[in-house]
């Protein structure tokens, strides 16, 4: 595939691939998380659990594309697929993308991406946030080596948007769901106080966070007190309440 000049320095500069995929098939799993599933040469974008994709999307000005990122679900180099779980209450680009997109479309991402990924010499592992990070959380949790210990503590606006995990018999699996019981997405008290309650396992564990900017700071935070290590926690903003993502795909942070 020919590529510009600007897009061959990015790619080289991310180590990343330009890969072109078509959706094949939409689906609803809740009423705000929308699976698509696309195929493809995914091949070059077999990385990490965890590691994400980022997508050009048209906005109304053609000189203003958002670049907008999404955790890898799932990606099979053998059957040529790649799964995205998007979240879709923004009403941004991002959204609006995920739920029109016909099926059929061609696009092209960027990938794959992305610091967060499993931890493999942990005895247990934490995966605290909102529905944003459920799709790399599960894609973490699905990889963790038999016999582990998976944790959940998820946060939704609606229990009619809780999908569990699938994970194998001799995973441990703890869930913990908290209600966001009409909290702003941007107040951490509801995600802290189920972190507090949490008795963590004994052993070396690792902790990986996912959400909004402001929620992920105050865990980050939160997880420090509890005396574990920098190296013991993956923390990761997704988007930031009340301001749009930045055009290169990252949520804004304090100036
Ligand atoms: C590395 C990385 C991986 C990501 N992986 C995923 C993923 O797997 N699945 C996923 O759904 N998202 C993921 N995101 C977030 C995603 O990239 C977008 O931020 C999100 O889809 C919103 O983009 P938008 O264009 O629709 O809204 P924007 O234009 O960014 O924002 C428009 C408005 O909507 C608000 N808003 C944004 N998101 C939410 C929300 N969740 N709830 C309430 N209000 C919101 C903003 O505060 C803003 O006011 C990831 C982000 C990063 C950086």
Redesign the pocket.
């Known amino acids: 595939m020919t590529v510009d000049s600007k897009t061959a320095a990015l790619l080289e500069r991310l180590g990343a691939h330009l890969v072109p995929l078509v959706l094949i098939r939409r689906e609803q799993l809740s009423p705000r998380?929308i699976e698509l599933e696309f195929s493809g040469l995914v091949e070059d974008l077999v990385g990490k659990p965890g590691n994400?994709i980022m997508v050009d999307?048209a906005t109304t000005n053609p000189d203003k594309a958002?670049r907008?990122?999404?955790?890898i679900?799932s990606v099979d180099a053998t059957a040529r697929r790649l799964r995205?779980?998007?979240?879709?209450?923004?009403?941004?680009?991002?959204?609006?993308?995920?739920a029109t997109l016909p099926t059929g479309s061609a696009i092209r991402v960027i990938g794959p991406?992305?610091q967060?990924s499993l931890d493999m010499q942990a005895d247990w592992h934490l995966f605290i946030g909102?529905?944003?990070?459920?799709?790399?959380a599960y894609a973490m949790a699905e990889a963790i080596e038999p016999p582990g210990q998976a944790l959940f503590i998820i946060e939704v606006e609606d229990q009619a948007d809780v999908v569990l995990p699938a994970l194998a018999e001799d995973i441990a699996v703890t869930f913990v769901l908290v209600d966001r019981d009409g909290r702003s997405?941007n107040d951490p008290a509801g995600l802290l106080a189920a972190f507090a309650a949490l008795a963590l396992p004994e052993l070396d564990g690792h902790i990986y966070l996912?959400g909004?900017l402001r929620v992920v700071a105050a865990l980050r935070a939160a997880v420090k007190d509890r005396g574990l290590s920098d190296d013991q926690v993956h923390a990761?903003?997704?988007?930031?309440?009340?301001?749009?993502?930045q055009p290169h795909?990252?949520?804004k942070k304090d100036d």
């Not at 909102?130 to 790399?136: N, P, R, V």
Request: no cysteine; net charge positive.
């Open positions: 998380l994400d999307i958002a907008r990122r999404y955790s679900r995205l779980w998007i979240e879709t209450t923004s009403g941004g680009p991002g959204s609006t993308w995920a991406r992305g967060v909102d529905l944003t990070f459920l799709s790399a997405p996912g909004e990761k903003s997704y988007w930031r309440f009340g301001v749009a993502n795909g990252e949520p």
